[in-house]
Protein backbone atom coordinates (compact mmCIF):
# COMPACT_ATOMS: atom_id res chain seq x y z
CA UNK A 1 0.00 0.00 0.00
CA UNK A 2 0.69 3.77 -0.26
CA UNK A 3 1.63 5.91 3.04
CA UNK A 4 3.30 8.55 4.43
CA UNK A 5 5.52 7.82 6.56
CA UNK A 6 7.60 9.77 9.21
CA UNK A 7 11.32 8.41 9.35
CA UNK A 8 12.88 11.19 11.72
CA UNK A 9 11.73 14.31 12.39
CA UNK A 10 11.30 16.46 9.26
CA UNK A 11 11.49 13.22 7.49
CA UNK A 12 8.20 11.93 5.97
CA UNK A 13 8.05 10.32 2.50
CA UNK A 14 5.38 9.14 0.39
CA UNK A 15 6.14 5.49 0.15
CA UNK A 16 5.53 1.73 -0.28
CA UNK A 17 4.61 -0.08 2.83
CA UNK A 18 3.47 -3.20 4.08
CA UNK A 19 -0.10 -3.64 3.98
CA UNK A 20 -1.39 -4.52 7.46
CA UNK A 21 -3.80 -7.27 8.69
CA UNK A 22 -5.42 -7.15 11.71
CA UNK A 23 -4.76 -8.70 14.89
CA UNK A 24 -7.06 -10.62 17.54
CA UNK A 25 -10.14 -7.57 18.28
CA UNK A 26 -8.88 -5.64 15.25
CA UNK A 27 -10.29 -4.87 11.73
CA UNK A 28 -8.69 -3.61 8.61
CA UNK A 29 -10.27 -0.03 7.48
CA UNK A 30 -9.48 1.05 3.61
CA UNK A 31 -8.83 5.01 4.59
CA UNK A 32 -11.39 7.30 2.97
CA UNK A 33 -10.64 10.32 4.50
CA UNK A 34 -8.31 12.03 6.85
CA UNK A 35 -8.02 15.37 8.23
CA UNK A 36 -4.76 16.78 9.12
CA UNK A 37 -5.05 18.25 12.64
CA UNK A 38 -2.15 21.28 13.86
CA UNK A 39 -0.77 18.89 16.26
CA UNK A 40 0.68 17.23 12.92
CA UNK A 41 2.59 19.72 12.18
CA UNK A 42 5.10 20.43 14.85
CA UNK A 43 4.83 15.81 15.35
CA UNK A 44 6.34 15.92 11.85
CA UNK A 45 8.50 18.64 12.07
CA UNK A 46 9.87 20.00 14.69
CA UNK A 47 9.30 17.39 17.27
CA UNK A 48 9.06 13.93 16.18
CA UNK A 49 6.64 11.19 17.73
CA UNK A 50 6.82 8.98 20.25
CA UNK A 51 8.18 5.88 17.48
CA UNK A 52 9.38 6.10 14.32
CA UNK A 53 8.99 4.72 11.73
CA UNK A 54 5.06 6.25 12.20
CA UNK A 55 2.34 6.75 9.64
CA UNK A 56 0.63 9.82 11.17
CA UNK A 57 -2.87 11.04 11.16
CA UNK A 58 -5.57 10.13 13.90
CA UNK A 59 -8.83 12.55 11.93
CA UNK A 60 -9.83 9.69 10.03
CA UNK A 61 -12.66 7.41 8.52
CA UNK A 62 -13.41 4.71 6.14
CA UNK A 63 -14.60 1.05 5.32
CA UNK A 64 -13.69 -1.77 7.39
CA UNK A 65 -12.94 -4.45 4.91
CA UNK A 66 -11.13 -7.20 6.87
CA UNK A 67 -11.91 -8.65 10.19
CA UNK A 68 -9.48 -10.36 12.61
CA UNK A 69 -10.13 -12.84 15.03
CA UNK A 70 -13.31 -12.28 17.82
CA UNK A 71 -14.43 -9.72 15.65
CA UNK A 72 -18.36 -9.59 15.53
CA UNK A 73 -18.88 -10.04 11.72
CA UNK A 74 -21.25 -6.99 11.58
CA UNK A 75 -18.08 -4.60 11.00
CA UNK A 76 -17.59 -6.06 7.91
CA UNK A 77 -17.91 -3.83 5.00
CA UNK A 78 -19.31 -0.76 7.13
CA UNK A 79 -18.74 2.79 7.22
CA UNK A 80 -16.87 4.22 10.12
CA UNK A 81 -15.83 6.49 12.17
CA UNK A 82 -12.79 6.10 14.80
CA UNK A 83 -11.78 7.60 17.82
CA UNK A 84 -7.98 7.14 17.69
CA UNK A 85 -7.34 6.85 21.71
CA UNK A 86 -6.72 3.43 22.53
CA UNK A 87 -7.05 2.77 26.53
CA UNK A 88 -5.14 0.20 28.42
CA UNK A 89 -8.75 -0.50 30.18
CA UNK A 90 -7.13 -0.98 33.23
CA UNK A 91 -6.07 1.81 34.68
CA UNK A 92 -8.40 4.13 37.33
CA UNK A 93 -9.88 6.39 35.13
CA UNK A 94 -10.58 3.38 32.63
CA UNK A 95 -12.03 1.74 35.50
CA UNK A 96 -15.00 4.52 35.47
CA UNK A 97 -14.81 4.54 31.67
CA UNK A 98 -13.76 8.37 31.33
CA UNK A 99 -11.31 6.85 28.74
CA UNK A 100 -9.89 9.81 27.35
CA UNK A 101 -8.21 10.28 30.84
CA UNK A 102 -6.40 6.81 30.58
CA UNK A 103 -2.85 6.85 32.10
CA UNK A 104 -0.97 4.04 29.39
CA UNK A 105 -3.45 4.89 26.44
CA UNK A 106 -1.69 4.10 22.56
CA UNK A 107 -2.92 6.66 19.58
CA UNK A 108 -3.29 6.05 16.14
CA UNK A 109 -1.00 8.06 14.07
CA UNK A 110 1.29 9.25 16.91
CA UNK A 111 1.56 5.52 19.08
CA UNK A 112 0.89 3.60 16.33
CA UNK A 113 0.34 3.96 12.97
CA UNK A 114 -2.78 6.04 11.76
CA UNK A 115 -4.78 7.52 8.59
CA UNK A 116 -2.35 8.89 6.54
CA UNK A 117 -2.36 5.55 4.27
CA UNK A 118 -4.66 3.63 2.25
CA UNK A 119 -5.10 1.19 5.16
CA UNK A 120 -5.04 1.16 8.73
CA UNK A 121 -5.29 -1.79 11.16
CA UNK A 122 -7.59 -0.40 13.94
CA UNK A 123 -9.22 -2.14 17.25
CA UNK A 124 -12.99 -2.63 16.88
CA UNK A 125 -13.85 -1.10 20.02
CA UNK A 126 -12.50 2.11 18.48
CA UNK A 127 -15.41 2.08 15.37
CA UNK A 128 -18.26 3.86 15.47
CA UNK A 129 -20.49 2.96 12.44
CA UNK A 130 -21.72 5.99 10.44
CA UNK A 131 -25.10 7.29 9.44
CA UNK A 132 -25.99 7.19 5.54
CA UNK A 133 -26.59 10.70 5.60
CA UNK A 134 -22.71 11.66 6.69
CA UNK A 135 -20.17 11.56 4.18
CA UNK A 136 -16.33 10.53 4.58
CA UNK A 137 -15.21 14.13 4.56
CA UNK A 138 -17.69 14.64 7.31
CA UNK A 139 -16.39 11.77 9.74
CA UNK A 140 -13.42 12.53 9.20
CA UNK A 141 -13.87 15.71 10.92
CA UNK A 142 -15.29 13.96 13.98
CA UNK A 143 -12.83 13.52 15.77
CA UNK A 144 -12.24 17.64 16.18
CA UNK A 145 -15.92 18.08 16.20
CA UNK A 146 -16.02 15.42 20.00
CA UNK A 147 -13.26 17.21 21.02
CA UNK A 148 -15.08 21.20 21.02
CA UNK A 149 -18.52 19.40 22.38
CA UNK A 150 -16.04 17.52 24.86
CA UNK A 151 -15.19 21.08 25.94
CA UNK A 152 -18.80 22.63 25.79
CA UNK A 153 -20.43 20.21 27.89
CA UNK A 154 -17.53 19.98 30.49
CA UNK A 155 -17.96 23.39 31.11
CA UNK A 156 -22.20 24.22 30.27
CA UNK A 157 -23.56 20.36 30.72
CA UNK A 158 -26.81 20.54 32.72
CA UNK A 159 -26.66 24.65 32.49
CA UNK A 160 -30.41 25.28 31.04
CA UNK A 161 -29.76 29.14 30.68
CA UNK A 162 -29.07 29.61 27.08
CA UNK A 163 -28.83 33.36 28.22
CA UNK A 164 -25.36 33.08 29.30
CA UNK A 165 -22.80 35.46 27.68
CA UNK A 166 -19.69 33.12 25.99
CA UNK A 167 -16.58 33.85 24.00
CA UNK A 168 -14.75 32.01 22.06
CA UNK A 169 -11.15 32.93 22.10
CA UNK A 170 -8.88 31.38 18.67
CA UNK A 171 -11.18 30.94 15.85
CA UNK A 172 -9.18 28.04 14.16
CA UNK A 173 -11.05 24.60 13.88
CA UNK A 174 -11.64 23.50 17.18
CA UNK A 175 -13.09 27.20 18.19
CA UNK A 176 -15.00 27.24 14.90
CA UNK A 177 -16.44 23.93 15.72
CA UNK A 178 -16.95 25.02 18.71
CA UNK A 179 -19.25 28.04 17.88
CA UNK A 180 -20.90 25.87 15.46
CA UNK A 181 -22.31 23.58 18.25
CA UNK A 182 -23.09 26.83 20.64
CA UNK A 183 -25.15 28.09 18.38
CA UNK A 184 -26.78 24.74 17.56
CA UNK A 185 -27.59 24.05 21.16
CA UNK A 186 -28.90 28.05 21.63
CA UNK A 187 -26.58 29.90 22.88
CA UNK A 188 -27.57 33.39 21.30
CA UNK A 189 -24.97 35.68 23.49
CA UNK A 190 -21.86 34.28 21.74
CA UNK A 191 -18.34 36.88 21.30
CA UNK A 192 -15.59 35.25 18.93
CA UNK A 193 -12.16 36.11 18.86
CA UNK A 194 -9.75 35.74 16.02
CA UNK A 195 -7.13 36.85 14.33
CA UNK A 196 -7.77 36.41 10.65
CA UNK A 197 -9.66 38.18 7.98
CA UNK A 198 -11.25 34.88 6.79
CA UNK A 199 -12.66 34.06 9.96
CA UNK A 200 -14.50 36.69 9.82
CA UNK A 201 -16.55 35.10 6.94
CA UNK A 202 -16.90 31.98 8.83
CA UNK A 203 -17.98 33.69 11.61
CA UNK A 204 -20.50 35.22 9.21
CA UNK A 205 -21.88 31.51 8.20
CA UNK A 206 -22.44 30.91 11.72
CA UNK A 207 -24.86 33.61 12.19
CA UNK A 208 -22.11 35.50 14.35
CA UNK A 209 -22.40 39.52 13.12
CA UNK A 210 -19.48 41.55 12.69
CA UNK A 211 -20.52 43.18 16.11
CA UNK A 212 -20.01 39.96 17.86
CA UNK A 213 -16.85 39.01 16.08
CA UNK A 214 -13.65 40.59 17.01
CA UNK A 215 -10.21 40.68 15.04
CA UNK A 216 -7.11 40.22 17.23
CA UNK A 217 -4.48 41.23 14.80
CA UNK A 218 -3.34 44.42 16.39
CA UNK A 219 -4.28 43.67 19.98
CA UNK A 220 -6.75 44.86 22.06
CA UNK A 221 -9.43 41.77 22.46
CA UNK A 222 -9.80 41.94 26.14
CA UNK A 223 -10.85 45.73 26.23
CA UNK A 224 -13.56 45.15 23.25
CA UNK A 225 -14.92 42.28 25.36
CA UNK A 226 -15.25 44.34 28.17
CA UNK A 227 -16.92 47.27 26.36
CA UNK A 228 -19.15 44.76 24.75
CA UNK A 229 -20.28 43.38 28.09
CA UNK A 230 -20.14 46.91 29.68
CA UNK A 231 -17.33 45.97 31.82
CA UNK A 232 -18.64 42.71 33.09
CA UNK A 233 -16.94 40.40 31.36
CA UNK A 234 -18.34 37.01 30.28
CA UNK A 235 -19.49 34.05 32.28
CA UNK A 236 -18.11 31.55 30.17
CA UNK A 237 -14.90 31.82 28.18
CA UNK A 238 -13.16 29.06 25.94
CA UNK A 239 -9.55 29.36 25.84
CA UNK A 240 -8.63 27.45 22.24
CA UNK A 241 -5.35 29.45 21.65
CA UNK A 242 -2.60 28.05 24.37
CA UNK A 243 -0.78 31.49 24.91
CA UNK A 244 0.14 32.75 28.41
CA UNK A 245 -1.74 36.02 27.25
CA UNK A 246 -4.84 34.69 25.96
CA UNK A 247 -5.18 32.33 28.95
CA UNK A 248 -4.50 35.67 31.23
CA UNK A 249 -7.41 37.72 29.03
CA UNK A 250 -9.27 34.82 29.07
CA UNK A 251 -9.38 35.17 33.18
CA UNK A 252 -9.52 39.00 32.97
CA UNK A 253 -12.34 39.03 31.02
CA UNK A 254 -14.48 36.69 32.98
CA UNK A 255 -17.13 37.77 35.04
CA UNK A 256 -17.22 37.00 38.73
CA UNK A 257 -18.18 33.65 39.36
CA UNK A 258 -17.58 32.80 36.04
CA UNK A 259 -15.83 30.01 34.41
CA UNK A 260 -12.87 29.90 32.40
CA UNK A 261 -12.79 26.41 30.09
CA UNK A 262 -8.98 25.94 28.99
CA UNK A 263 -9.05 24.27 25.49
CA UNK A 264 -5.96 25.59 23.75
CA UNK A 265 -2.77 22.96 23.54
CA UNK A 266 -0.12 25.37 25.21
CA UNK A 267 2.76 26.61 23.10
CA UNK A 268 4.71 27.81 26.00
CA UNK A 269 4.79 28.08 29.40
CA UNK A 270 1.77 29.47 31.64
CA UNK A 271 2.56 31.77 34.08
CA UNK A 272 0.23 33.71 36.19
CA UNK A 273 1.19 37.35 37.27
CA UNK A 274 0.07 38.22 40.93
CA UNK A 275 -2.99 40.42 39.76
CA UNK A 276 -4.34 37.72 37.04
CA UNK A 277 -4.36 35.18 40.50
CA UNK A 278 -5.98 37.21 42.91
CA UNK A 279 -8.55 37.78 39.63
CA UNK A 280 -8.76 34.07 39.99
CA UNK A 281 -9.42 34.53 43.88
CA UNK A 282 -11.32 37.12 44.13
CA UNK A 283 -14.31 36.69 41.48
CA UNK A 284 -13.90 32.90 42.70
CA UNK A 285 -13.55 32.03 39.10
CA UNK A 286 -13.90 28.01 38.36
CA UNK A 287 -10.40 27.25 35.87
CA UNK A 288 -11.01 23.87 33.97
CA UNK A 289 -9.06 21.55 31.93
CA UNK A 290 -10.53 19.91 29.13
CA UNK A 291 -8.76 17.07 27.01
CA UNK A 292 -9.43 14.82 23.87
CA UNK A 293 -13.30 13.56 23.76
CA UNK A 294 -15.29 11.02 25.69
CA UNK A 295 -16.39 7.77 24.04
CA UNK A 296 -17.89 4.98 25.60
CA UNK A 297 -20.12 3.29 23.13
CA UNK A 298 -22.97 5.27 24.84
CA UNK A 299 -25.82 7.47 23.59
CA UNK A 300 -24.43 9.93 26.23
CA UNK A 301 -20.64 10.21 24.68
CA UNK A 302 -19.64 12.74 22.98
CA UNK A 303 -19.39 11.36 19.78
CA UNK A 304 -22.61 9.72 20.02
CA UNK A 305 -23.31 13.54 20.59
CA UNK A 306 -21.80 14.53 17.47
CA UNK A 307 -23.84 11.51 15.63
CA UNK A 308 -26.91 12.97 17.05
CA UNK A 309 -26.45 16.31 15.28
CA UNK A 310 -25.45 14.46 12.21
CA UNK A 311 -28.49 12.69 11.74
CA UNK A 312 -31.09 14.84 12.39
CA UNK A 313 -28.50 17.81 9.86
CA UNK A 314 -28.02 20.14 12.39
CA UNK A 315 -24.55 20.51 12.05
CA UNK A 316 -22.33 21.14 9.05
CA UNK A 317 -18.65 20.93 9.68
CA UNK A 318 -17.90 20.71 6.14
CA UNK A 319 -18.21 24.16 5.83
CA UNK A 320 -15.05 23.89 7.22
CA UNK A 321 -13.15 22.25 4.96
CA UNK A 322 -10.67 25.02 3.18
CA UNK A 323 -8.47 22.16 1.45
CA UNK A 324 -8.42 18.68 -0.26
CA UNK A 325 -5.64 16.68 -1.26
CA UNK A 326 -5.36 13.45 -2.68
CA UNK A 327 -3.24 10.95 -0.75
CA UNK A 328 0.03 11.14 -3.11
CA UNK A 329 -0.40 15.41 -2.79
CA UNK A 330 -0.95 15.47 0.82
CA UNK A 331 2.52 16.92 1.73
CA UNK A 332 1.15 19.63 -0.20
CA UNK A 333 -1.56 20.43 2.70
CA UNK A 334 1.32 19.42 5.68
CA UNK A 335 3.08 22.73 4.19
CA UNK A 336 0.33 24.98 3.88
CA UNK A 337 -0.15 24.58 7.41
CA UNK A 338 3.93 24.17 8.42
CA UNK A 339 4.38 27.66 6.56
CA UNK A 340 1.33 29.31 6.85
CA UNK A 341 1.01 30.25 3.10
CA UNK A 342 -2.74 30.05 2.40
CA UNK A 343 -5.76 30.75 4.77
CA UNK A 344 -7.14 27.58 5.68
CA UNK A 345 -9.01 25.99 8.33
CA UNK A 346 -9.38 22.25 8.09
CA UNK A 347 -6.89 20.66 5.66
CA UNK A 348 -8.47 17.30 4.35
CA UNK A 349 -7.09 14.00 2.59
CA UNK A 350 -9.50 11.69 0.52
CA UNK A 351 -9.03 8.74 -0.82
CA UNK A 352 -11.50 7.18 -3.58
CA UNK A 353 -9.63 4.78 -6.02
CA UNK A 354 -7.99 2.14 -3.70
CA UNK A 355 -9.25 -1.50 -4.10
CA UNK A 356 -11.42 -2.50 -1.31
Request: glycine share 8%; hydrophobic share 40%.
Amino acid sequence: MKAWVLRDINEIYYEEADRPGPSENEVLVAVKAAGICGSDIPRIYRTGAHVHPLIPGHEFSGQVIQVGKNVDQKWMDQRVGIFPLIPCNNCAACQKRHYELCRSYSYLGSRRDGGFAEYVTVPAWNLIKLPDNVSYRQAAMMEPMAVAVHAMRNALLGDADRNRSIAVCGFGTIGILLAMFLTEAGYSDLYVIGNKDFQKEMAAKLGIDRAHFYDDQNGGAREWLMAQTQGAGVDVFFECVGKNETVTSAVMGTAPGGTVQLVGNPVSDMVFEKNVYWKILRDQLTVIGSWNSSFMHDKKDDWNYVIDRFQSGRIHPEQCITHSFSLDSLEQGLLIMRDKTQEYVKVMMEITDQEV
